[in-house]
């Protein structure tokens, strides 16, 4: 919160008023994108309907999480219920790139976590939904590591490390996963986790990407294990990505201080 000092109180409510806002309308955007990357429909075809009985919407149906609340979860034509996955990724969107702001402060890699969050969410929705990470997803994320090489090389970076940090990111976790898919024949993980640590290995660079595979590891054994007590008939695969995104969005809020204090045990009393 240190490089919001310099603020007044009001700029400050602003610029969170206006993160949320912006936020909810991209999130209403990216339930658009976790509908249609599936069906590799066209983003902007078609006028958005009732699922249930066609019914186009209107300016007023369309207002990300007012709307959703409002009609009360239901269609308003034919009160077929609309899924909640609708308001709550919207707000989910809006809610982490307060976050990021909010720790990161205002700097050029802000920018490029913001834009991975949402990517993630998508990515996330998508992996469970269909066990398959669509590729154009892992090359957005893998773009925005680029651009923080750039911005390390320009300058521009105010709070990363040397660049090869972020090279070395892009092989540690993804060489581990690639060799696990080679051994397992690709029954222990799938191709799309492998390029998603690159891509973020490149984000992120080499200890916090491993820290974001060590979380998601963790997340997802503990949280497979309680699905799997609850519901015993279905079968079970597990889908890595949801697990690994949210691995890698903590890695991006908590890493530092997560790793300074790992770092401590190593550090020689003098
Ligand atoms: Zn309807």
Known sequence: MGDFLFLETNAIVIIFVMLFLVGIIVGSFLNVLIFRIPLKEDIAVERSHCMHCGHVLSWYELIPLLSWIIQGGKCRSCKAKISAQYPIVEALNALLWM????????????????????????????DERTKEIPIGLNIAIGILGLARVIFVLTGLASKSGPWYEYVIGAFVVSGLFLLIVVITKGRGMGGGDVKLMAAAGL??????????MIIGCVLGSVIHIIRMSIDKKK????????????????????????????????????
């Not at 597990?238 to 997560?258: C, K, M, N, V």
């Open 203 to 212: 984000l992120l660079g080499w200890k916090h990407i491993i820290l974001a």
């Open 99 to 126: 976050a990021i702001v909010y720790i990161w402060g205002l700097r050029w890699e802000t920018i490029l976590f913001c834009i991975c969050s949402s990517i993630l969410i998508v990515l996330a929705v998508i």
């Open 235 to 270: 079968e079970h695969v597990l889908a890595f990505g949801p697990y690994l995104a949210a691995g890698i969005y903590l890695t991006i809020l908590f890493g530092e201080p997560i790793i300074n204090w790992y770092l401590g045990f190593f550090a020689r009393p003098y």
